[in-house]
């Protein structure tokens, strides 16, 4: 089938690429006095260093000519502008599979794994609306995971004809893509997700507390991890729900101030060094998507909307997720208590939220952390191959 679409290259114009330089060069750093640790938050002295390299070394032309040796579209979806990647499948009748990033993810943290899954898939990899291109988000203030899974299953299925599909994501991704396997099950072929997430996550009161209003617990090693993973949450959670609007005043006009927002996260969410983990081309790559579409307040404004439009059921049937759920966990990101990745899998599979999906294939991994299509590709091909596999009926 031809696609019904004409590429739109990505291009971001010298004119501000120039503004950006000149943002960058006019950066004041705080004083940041015995924080070489990385204990305060991220360091001005690594920062400063990596603001100079993306002033003076880094060349966005270089990462833009990789970005363009995939396929980009443009299209307006129920009156919302939407960029997507596409890498078309190579094997016999491959099924359409839409990819949904995260927070602070980009587009392009699937750029790993869209080559090995076009064995088997066409693959459709969007910005979320408001995090990247085709450019600021204007007239779609109340954004959020839900309304943009409405969204991906108008482009699948009317913008580019499929009468059924896949769908897959991590982080908001997640959500989206088990939104999808909700609302819109029969259009489905299934699901692969990189958590456990249930729809109703960000509903409630104190919707931006990660430890769910519960009480520390007596145990010391528990407690320690439940505090480790309060530090490693909390932060953005409150932020972005509470007062998103506020820190991006900051964000949107401080080159610095954005990459260092971001670098807490890609460093505290990945499993390792955070350059061996992400190269700075890397790092400086996703941040330029950010910068030079202005979309870090938009990207922010999803926690809060998730919480202001609360996701409600479309119908009351369990499993509450019915196409069939694949999931990648990794040890990282271990719940208090659960050390192993064989833990992960049995607890996952023995606890209540094994009802909630229509699960065919649960994995976890040593290796990896937030960004798991990034840090462990291989890992997360072979694991989504599993669950369509077994979705389908092509192997037990």
């Known amino acids: 089938m ?10 971001v114009s010298d004119e501000v690429l120039d503004d950006l330089r000149a943002r960058l060069s006019s950066t004041r750093p705080p004083v940041d006095e015995g924080n070489e640790d990385w204990s305060y938050g991220v360091p001005a002295s690594y920062l400063s260093e990596l603001v100079s390299y993306w002033r003076d070394g880094f060349d966005w032309r270089r990462a833009e000519a990789a970005i363009n040796a995939h396929e980009h579209y443009e299209v307006v979806v129920a009156g919302v502008p939407v960029h997507f990647m596409r890498t078309p499948g190579r094997g016999p009748r491959p099924i359409p599979l839409i990819l949904t990033h995260g ?45 943009v899974a409405d969204l991906w299953h108008t482009l699948m299925t009317e913008t580019l004809g499929h009468d059924k599909y896949a769908a897959a994501g991590c982080d908001i991704g997640g959500l989206v893509s088990s939104q999808l396997g909700h609302k819109y099950a029969d259009s489905l072929h299934g699901i692969h997700i990189g958590s456990g997430l249930p729809l109703d996550f960000f509903t409630g009161d104190r919707a931006w507390d990660f430890a769910r209003n519960r009480p520390l617990p007596d145990d010391p090693d528990l407690r320690a991890r439940t505090i480790e993973l309060d530090h490693r949450w909390a932060p953005h959670l409150t932020a972005h729900m509470l007062d998103g609007a506020t820190l991006a005043h900051g964000l949107s006009d401080s080159p610095a101030g954005l990459l260092a927002w971001l670098l807490q996260r890609w460093n ?7 350059e061996s983990v992400f190269t700075r081309d890397d790092l400086l790559t996703h941040a330029t998507i950010y910068w030079v579409n202005n979309s870090i307040a938009t990207s922010m404004r999803y926690y809060a909307n998730a919480n ?26 271990n719940p208090p208590g659960i050390h192993t990745a064989a833990d992960r899998v049995e607890a996952f599979t023995s606890g209540p939220m094994a009802g909630y999906f229509n699960h065919v ?29 077994r979705a389908t009926g092509k192997s037990k």
């Open 2 to 11: 031809t696609f019904p679409l004409e590429p739109t290259p990505i291009h």
């Open 308 to 333: 202001r439009h609360p996701w409600t059921p479309s119908h009351d049937r369990t499993p509450v997720v019915e196409a069939p759920v694949g999931l990648t966990f990794v040890t990282y990101e």
């Open 361 to 389: 294939n649960v994995n976890a991994h040593e290796h990896g952390g937030h960004f798991i299509p990034w840090e462990n590709p291989d890992a997360w091909v072979s694991d989504l191959r599993r669950t369509f596999q």
């Open 103 to 147: 927070w602070p993810w980009t587009f392009w943290h699937w750029s790993k794994v869209v080559g090995p899954l076009a064995d088997e898939f066409d693959v459709i990899v969007p910005s979320l609306p408001g995090f990247g291109f085709p450019g600021p988000l204007t007239g779609f203030p109340d954004v959020n995971f839900w309304k």
């Open 268 to 274: 505290s969410w990945s499993d390792g060094d955070l």
